[in-house]
């Protein structure tokens, strides 16, 4: 049987990549506000929010004991330039870093890095599989939802600001990424 899951994400990290896939197998999509008054239908549902406020984050911690709780993921640097470029403010981007590092980590299954290396990007997608008993088909070239062209921006050419590059130097991160290398 195919299980609801939950993708969580940082906006502007990879979300409608993962959903998209996940709708392509048969999930329809919901927000996660709506779990707590659904009625559960044969299809699989994936719920999905963002982590910037602590309700939708707190929804995704407790859905973790019912589900899979999926995380898409992108360089923070390829990130902060989305918002930067979407006159976004970064102190929520923060935020939402700071819930996805110190609240949700435990209780994702599988993170998604979508501009991770292909040897990172593949033992994620297998976690992810193991976690649905099934099989995603990823088309990990194919950017999704990208209106401001930061998916294949090199790294080098960015200047996050410092609280960004603290990012990524948490261990989380640097197990996908190696902030000082583009990977495309």
């Not at 999509?29 to 779990?35: E, I």
């Not at 994702?108 to 992810?128: E, I, M, N, Q, Y």
């Not at 603290?166 to 197990?175: A, D, S």
Request: hydrophobic content about 35%.
């Amino acid at each position: 049987m195919i299980p609801n899951v939950c993708v969580i994400s940082v906006p502007h990290s990879g979300t409608q990549f993962l959903v998209q896939a996940l709708k392509r197998v048969g999930w329809r999509d919901a927000g996660l506000n709506s779990v707590f008054n659904a009625v559960f239908s044969q299809t699989p549902t994936c719920y999905q929010g963002h982590c910037v406020k602590p309700t939708q984050t707190g929804f995704a911690v407790e859905l973790s004991k019912h589900m899979p709780v999926f995380m898409p993921m992108r360089h923070p640097y390829r990130v902060a330039e989305s918002w930067r470029r979407r006159g976004m403010d970064e102190r929520e981007l923060l935020t939402a870093y700071d819930h996805m590092l110190n609240h949700l980590q435990p209780h994702v299954a599988a993170f998604v890095p979508v501009d991770g290396d292909p040897g990172v990007r593949a033992l994620s997608h297998c976690k992810l599989n193991d976690a649905v008993n099934g099989w995603v088909p990823m088309d990990w070239d194919t950017v999704v939802g990208s209106t401001h062209g930061t998916a294949h921006v090199s790294l080098r050419s960015l200047d996050p600001s410092d609280e960004i590059r603290e990012i990524c130097n948490h261990p989380l991160i640097t197990e996908f990424y190696d902030h000082d290398h583009d990977h495309h």
